[in-house]
Protein backbone atom coordinates (compact mmCIF):
# COMPACT_ATOMS: atom_id res chain seq x y z
CA UNK A 1 0.00 0.00 0.00
CA UNK A 2 1.28 3.46 -0.78
CA UNK A 3 1.58 6.36 1.59
CA UNK A 4 -1.13 8.11 -0.24
CA UNK A 5 -3.70 5.40 0.25
CA UNK A 6 -2.83 4.55 3.87
CA UNK A 7 -4.73 5.83 6.73
CA UNK A 8 -3.87 9.07 7.82
CA UNK A 9 -3.24 9.18 11.98
CA UNK A 10 -3.36 12.60 14.03
CA UNK A 11 -2.31 11.96 17.41
CA UNK A 12 -1.34 15.01 20.08
CA UNK A 13 -0.42 15.00 22.87
CA UNK A 14 0.17 17.92 25.74
CA UNK A 15 2.86 18.88 27.87
CA UNK A 16 2.48 19.34 31.48
CA UNK A 17 3.43 21.20 34.78
CA UNK A 18 3.80 20.34 38.21
CA UNK A 19 2.13 22.51 40.36
CA UNK A 20 3.30 20.90 43.60
CA UNK A 21 4.87 17.48 44.52
CA UNK A 22 8.39 17.07 42.72
CA UNK A 23 10.75 14.15 43.80
CA UNK A 24 7.29 11.97 45.66
CA UNK A 25 6.37 9.86 42.47
CA UNK A 26 9.03 7.36 42.71
CA UNK A 27 8.73 6.74 46.11
CA UNK A 28 4.53 6.24 45.25
CA UNK A 29 3.52 9.66 46.83
CA UNK A 30 1.26 12.35 45.69
CA UNK A 31 1.09 15.48 42.95
CA UNK A 32 -0.75 17.50 41.34
CA UNK A 33 0.29 18.54 37.67
CA UNK A 34 -1.75 19.79 34.93
CA UNK A 35 -1.78 19.16 31.14
CA UNK A 36 -1.43 22.42 29.70
CA UNK A 37 -1.67 24.41 26.38
CA UNK A 38 1.61 22.91 24.60
CA UNK A 39 1.44 19.56 22.36
CA UNK A 40 3.80 17.59 20.28
CA UNK A 41 1.62 16.43 17.32
CA UNK A 42 2.08 13.27 15.44
CA UNK A 43 0.68 13.19 11.79
CA UNK A 44 1.41 10.48 9.28
CA UNK A 45 0.50 7.33 7.79
CA UNK A 46 0.41 3.80 8.74
CA UNK A 47 2.13 1.37 5.97
CA UNK A 48 1.32 -2.16 6.17
CA UNK A 49 4.41 -3.56 4.71
CA UNK A 50 6.57 -1.28 5.50
CA UNK A 51 9.53 -2.47 8.25
CA UNK A 52 10.01 0.92 9.81
CA UNK A 53 9.42 4.23 11.20
CA UNK A 54 10.07 7.11 9.98
CA UNK A 55 9.29 10.66 11.41
CA UNK A 56 10.71 13.78 10.56
CA UNK A 57 10.79 17.20 12.55
CA UNK A 58 10.86 20.65 11.59
CA UNK A 59 12.45 21.46 15.02
CA UNK A 60 15.48 18.88 13.90
CA UNK A 61 17.60 18.26 11.02
CA UNK A 62 17.78 14.83 10.57
CA UNK A 63 15.23 12.42 10.52
CA UNK A 64 14.09 9.28 13.21
CA UNK A 65 14.28 6.29 10.91
CA UNK A 66 13.50 3.01 13.68
CA UNK A 67 13.44 -0.87 12.63
CA UNK A 68 10.05 -2.54 13.56
CA UNK A 69 12.21 -4.66 15.60
CA UNK A 70 14.52 -2.40 17.51
CA UNK A 71 16.65 -4.01 20.05
CA UNK A 72 18.89 -0.75 21.97
CA UNK A 73 17.06 2.40 21.77
CA UNK A 74 19.65 4.00 23.50
CA UNK A 75 21.74 4.04 20.89
CA UNK A 76 19.54 5.37 18.09
CA UNK A 77 20.88 8.25 16.14
CA UNK A 78 19.57 11.28 15.93
CA UNK A 79 18.98 12.00 19.95
CA UNK A 80 15.15 12.79 19.67
CA UNK A 81 15.01 9.56 17.98
CA UNK A 82 15.24 6.88 21.32
CA UNK A 83 12.40 8.16 22.44
CA UNK A 84 10.39 7.04 18.79
CA UNK A 85 12.41 3.91 19.44
CA UNK A 86 11.92 3.35 22.96
CA UNK A 87 8.15 3.66 22.23
CA UNK A 88 8.32 0.94 19.16
CA UNK A 89 10.46 -1.32 21.19
CA UNK A 90 7.68 -0.98 23.73
CA UNK A 91 4.72 -1.74 21.16
CA UNK A 92 5.97 -3.82 18.57
CA UNK A 93 3.83 -1.98 16.09
CA UNK A 94 3.11 -4.92 13.12
CA UNK A 95 3.04 -2.06 10.39
CA UNK A 96 5.42 0.57 9.58
CA UNK A 97 4.72 4.11 10.03
CA UNK A 98 5.37 7.82 7.97
CA UNK A 99 4.97 11.13 9.56
CA UNK A 100 6.29 14.43 11.02
CA UNK A 101 6.46 15.53 14.15
CA UNK A 102 5.27 19.26 15.40
CA UNK A 103 5.63 21.07 18.79
CA UNK A 104 5.26 23.54 20.88
CA UNK A 105 6.32 22.26 24.12
CA UNK A 106 9.85 24.31 25.01
CA UNK A 107 12.19 21.68 25.60
CA UNK A 108 14.78 21.18 28.39
CA UNK A 109 11.69 23.12 30.43
CA UNK A 110 10.92 20.64 32.68
CA UNK A 111 7.22 20.19 30.46
CA UNK A 112 7.57 17.03 30.04
CA UNK A 113 8.70 17.25 26.28
CA UNK A 114 9.53 13.95 26.25
CA UNK A 115 6.43 12.20 28.09
CA UNK A 116 4.07 14.19 24.88
CA UNK A 117 6.53 12.41 22.43
CA UNK A 118 6.31 9.07 23.80
CA UNK A 119 2.19 9.46 24.21
CA UNK A 120 1.69 10.82 20.67
CA UNK A 121 4.01 8.41 19.08
CA UNK A 122 2.06 5.71 20.56
CA UNK A 123 -0.73 6.84 20.15
CA UNK A 124 0.10 7.30 16.40
CA UNK A 125 1.41 3.94 16.06
CA UNK A 126 -1.88 2.15 17.21
CA UNK A 127 -1.77 1.89 21.23
CA UNK A 128 -4.88 0.55 23.10
CA UNK A 129 -6.44 3.29 24.84
CA UNK A 130 -9.33 1.84 26.66
CA UNK A 131 -6.97 1.98 29.91
CA UNK A 132 -5.06 5.13 30.41
CA UNK A 133 -2.30 3.94 33.15
CA UNK A 134 -1.67 0.72 30.75
CA UNK A 135 -0.57 2.98 28.08
CA UNK A 136 1.33 5.36 31.24
CA UNK A 137 3.05 2.73 31.91
CA UNK A 138 4.46 1.52 28.14
CA UNK A 139 5.50 5.04 28.04
CA UNK A 140 7.29 4.91 31.34
CA UNK A 141 8.91 2.00 30.36
CA UNK A 142 10.06 3.54 27.34
CA UNK A 143 11.34 6.86 28.87
CA UNK A 144 13.47 4.81 31.02
CA UNK A 145 14.84 2.45 27.99
CA UNK A 146 15.47 5.48 26.01
CA UNK A 147 17.59 8.06 28.70
CA UNK A 148 18.70 5.13 31.16
CA UNK A 149 16.78 7.35 34.55
CA UNK A 150 14.35 5.59 36.66
CA UNK A 151 11.14 8.42 36.26
CA UNK A 152 8.06 7.85 37.65
CA UNK A 153 4.68 7.79 35.89
CA UNK A 154 3.79 11.68 36.52
CA UNK A 155 4.88 12.98 33.09
CA UNK A 156 2.97 10.27 31.33
CA UNK A 157 -0.09 9.84 33.34
CA UNK A 158 -0.55 13.93 32.81
CA UNK A 159 -0.34 13.98 29.06
CA UNK A 160 -2.75 11.21 28.95
CA UNK A 161 -5.27 11.93 31.70
CA UNK A 162 -5.69 15.94 32.02
CA UNK A 163 -8.75 17.39 32.41
CA UNK A 164 -9.54 20.82 31.40
CA UNK A 165 -9.89 23.60 33.84
CA UNK A 166 -8.40 20.89 36.28
CA UNK A 167 -5.27 19.84 37.96
CA UNK A 168 -4.96 16.33 38.87
CA UNK A 169 -4.29 14.67 41.91
CA UNK A 170 -2.58 11.57 41.13
CA UNK A 171 -1.62 8.77 43.70
CA UNK A 172 1.60 7.19 42.43
CA UNK A 173 1.41 4.04 44.60
CA UNK A 174 -2.08 3.32 43.31
CA UNK A 175 -1.84 5.05 40.00
CA UNK A 176 -5.34 6.47 40.49
CA UNK A 177 -6.14 10.35 39.54
CA UNK A 178 -9.10 12.70 40.85
CA UNK A 179 -9.72 15.79 39.08
CA UNK A 180 -9.17 19.15 41.22
CA UNK A 181 -11.31 21.97 39.92
CA UNK A 182 -8.52 25.42 39.68
CA UNK A 183 -9.39 28.68 39.66
CA UNK A 184 -10.78 30.59 36.57
CA UNK A 185 -8.39 32.21 34.49
CA UNK A 186 -10.76 35.44 35.77
CA UNK A 187 -8.79 35.05 39.46
CA UNK A 188 -5.44 33.65 38.59
CA UNK A 189 -3.30 32.91 35.97
CA UNK A 190 0.15 30.53 35.69
CA UNK A 191 2.93 31.63 34.46
CA UNK A 192 6.19 29.56 33.32
CA UNK A 193 9.13 31.31 33.53
CA UNK A 194 12.33 29.86 32.01
CA UNK A 195 15.87 30.21 33.88
CA UNK A 196 17.37 30.25 29.91
CA UNK A 197 19.56 26.71 31.33
CA UNK A 198 18.13 23.69 30.46
CA UNK A 199 16.87 20.63 33.15
CA UNK A 200 19.61 18.67 33.95
CA UNK A 201 17.57 16.47 36.10
CA UNK A 202 20.03 13.19 35.28
CA UNK A 203 22.75 14.77 36.69
CA UNK A 204 21.38 14.25 40.04
CA UNK A 205 18.05 12.26 39.72
CA UNK A 206 19.78 8.48 39.89
CA UNK A 207 21.49 9.78 43.24
CA UNK A 208 18.52 11.01 44.86
CA UNK A 209 16.54 7.80 43.44
CA UNK A 210 19.11 5.81 45.32
CA UNK A 211 18.93 7.84 48.18
CA UNK A 212 15.45 7.33 48.82
CA UNK A 213 15.54 3.70 48.55
CA UNK A 214 18.43 4.02 51.19
CA UNK A 215 15.79 5.83 53.59
CA UNK A 216 12.75 3.61 52.27
CA UNK A 217 15.28 0.37 53.78
CA UNK A 218 16.16 2.20 57.20
CA UNK A 219 12.34 3.35 57.96
CA UNK A 220 9.60 1.70 55.22
CA UNK A 221 7.77 3.31 52.53
CA UNK A 222 7.67 7.06 52.54
CA UNK A 223 4.43 7.10 51.39
CA UNK A 224 4.03 6.33 55.21
CA UNK A 225 6.12 7.98 56.92
CA UNK A 226 5.84 10.89 58.81
CA UNK A 227 8.54 13.82 60.28
CA UNK A 228 9.22 12.00 63.65
CA UNK A 229 9.89 8.53 61.51
CA UNK A 230 12.25 10.54 59.27
CA UNK A 231 14.53 12.27 62.04
CA UNK A 232 15.54 8.69 62.79
CA UNK A 233 17.09 8.14 59.71
CA UNK A 234 21.31 8.35 60.82
CA UNK A 235 22.44 9.66 57.57
CA UNK A 236 22.01 13.54 57.55
CA UNK A 237 21.81 13.46 53.53
CA UNK A 238 19.66 11.03 53.49
CA UNK A 239 17.37 11.92 56.14
CA UNK A 240 16.63 15.34 54.84
CA UNK A 241 16.22 13.95 51.04
CA UNK A 242 13.10 11.50 52.52
CA UNK A 243 12.05 14.43 54.91
CA UNK A 244 11.30 16.52 51.55
CA UNK A 245 9.08 14.03 50.73
CA UNK A 246 7.57 13.46 53.36
CA UNK A 247 6.61 16.97 53.68
CA UNK A 248 5.96 17.14 49.88
CA UNK A 249 3.44 14.91 50.17
CA UNK A 250 1.64 16.45 52.69
CA UNK A 251 1.84 20.44 50.82
CA UNK A 252 0.26 18.56 47.97
CA UNK A 253 -2.82 17.91 49.70
CA UNK A 254 -3.03 21.10 51.60
CA UNK A 255 -2.32 22.67 48.14
CA UNK A 256 -5.11 20.66 46.55
CA UNK A 257 -7.57 21.65 50.07
CA UNK A 258 -6.57 24.88 49.76
CA UNK A 259 -7.30 25.72 46.24
CA UNK A 260 -10.73 23.64 46.29
CA UNK A 261 -11.63 26.38 49.19
CA UNK A 262 -10.08 29.14 47.20
CA UNK A 263 -7.61 29.76 49.30
CA UNK A 264 -5.28 30.88 46.79
CA UNK A 265 -2.87 32.58 49.08
CA UNK A 266 -2.77 29.89 51.08
CA UNK A 267 -1.73 27.46 47.84
CA UNK A 268 0.47 29.83 47.04
CA UNK A 269 2.26 29.62 50.72
CA UNK A 270 2.71 26.21 50.28
CA UNK A 271 4.39 26.62 46.59
CA UNK A 272 6.83 28.92 48.53
CA UNK A 273 7.48 26.13 51.06
CA UNK A 274 7.36 23.66 48.36
CA UNK A 275 10.65 25.28 46.43
CA UNK A 276 12.60 26.08 49.75
CA UNK A 277 12.62 22.32 50.34
CA UNK A 278 13.62 21.35 47.20
CA UNK A 279 16.46 23.74 47.19
CA UNK A 280 17.44 22.88 50.92
CA UNK A 281 16.28 19.36 51.56
CA UNK A 282 16.45 17.65 47.82
CA UNK A 283 18.99 20.37 46.39
CA UNK A 284 17.73 20.07 43.11
CA UNK A 285 17.41 23.70 42.69
CA UNK A 286 20.20 25.54 41.40
CA UNK A 287 21.64 29.18 42.02
CA UNK A 288 19.89 30.60 38.57
CA UNK A 289 16.76 29.19 39.43
CA UNK A 290 16.91 29.86 43.07
CA UNK A 291 17.77 33.75 41.72
CA UNK A 292 14.51 33.93 39.55
CA UNK A 293 12.48 32.41 42.36
CA UNK A 294 13.55 35.12 44.47
CA UNK A 295 12.55 38.00 41.92
CA UNK A 296 8.95 36.29 40.96
CA UNK A 297 7.92 35.86 45.06
CA UNK A 298 8.94 39.24 45.17
CA UNK A 299 6.28 40.64 42.92
CA UNK A 300 2.94 41.95 44.28
CA UNK A 301 1.54 39.80 41.46
CA UNK A 302 2.74 36.45 42.19
CA UNK A 303 0.76 34.34 45.07
CA UNK A 304 3.85 31.55 44.96
CA UNK A 305 6.41 29.79 42.75
CA UNK A 306 8.28 26.99 42.61
CA UNK A 307 10.81 25.22 40.75
CA UNK A 308 9.24 22.63 38.59
CA UNK A 309 9.77 19.45 36.73
CA UNK A 310 13.22 17.26 37.03
CA UNK A 311 15.15 20.04 38.49
CA UNK A 312 18.89 20.73 38.01
CA UNK A 313 17.82 24.40 35.49
CA UNK A 314 14.28 24.42 33.37
CA UNK A 315 11.43 26.18 34.84
CA UNK A 316 9.74 28.13 37.51
CA UNK A 317 5.98 27.85 37.57
CA UNK A 318 4.33 30.97 39.32
CA UNK A 319 0.68 30.95 41.10
CA UNK A 320 -0.44 35.02 39.86
CA UNK A 321 -3.25 37.42 40.58
CA UNK A 322 -4.91 37.65 37.55
CA UNK A 323 -4.84 40.72 35.21
CA UNK A 324 -1.10 41.29 36.71
CA UNK A 325 2.11 40.51 35.64
CA UNK A 326 5.66 39.25 37.35
CA UNK A 327 8.59 41.56 36.74
CA UNK A 328 9.86 38.41 34.97
CA UNK A 329 8.93 37.83 31.55
CA UNK A 330 7.24 34.17 30.90
CA UNK A 331 4.24 32.57 29.29
CA UNK A 332 1.25 31.62 30.48
CA UNK A 333 0.17 28.36 30.54
CA UNK A 334 -3.82 26.88 30.96
CA UNK A 335 -4.91 23.85 32.19
CA UNK A 336 -6.29 21.26 29.10
CA UNK A 337 -7.65 18.05 28.37
CA UNK A 338 -4.94 15.06 27.34
CA UNK A 339 -3.92 13.23 24.54
CA UNK A 340 -6.09 12.33 21.59
CA UNK A 341 -6.06 10.61 18.35
CA UNK A 342 -8.30 10.89 15.25
CA UNK A 343 -7.88 8.53 12.30
CA UNK A 344 -8.87 8.97 8.45
Do not use: K
Amino acid sequence: MSAASAAGVVATAPGRVNIIGDHTDHTGGFCLPMAIDRWITVTGVTVPGRTDVRLSSADEPAEAVVPLDVVVPDQTEPAWGRYVAAVVQQLRPVAGFVGTVRSTIPAGMGLSSSAALEVACALALGAETSDPVALARLCQAAEHSARGVPTGILDQISSIGGVAGHALLLDCHAVTVRAVALPPSDEVAWMVVSTGTRSLEHSGYTMRTRELARAEGEIGPLRLADEDTVSTIADPVVRARARHVVTENARVHAFAAAITAGDVVTAGRLMDESHVSLRDDFESSTRAVDELWGELVSSPAVLGARITGGGWGGAVIALCRAGTSPAVPGWEVRPVDGASRHVG
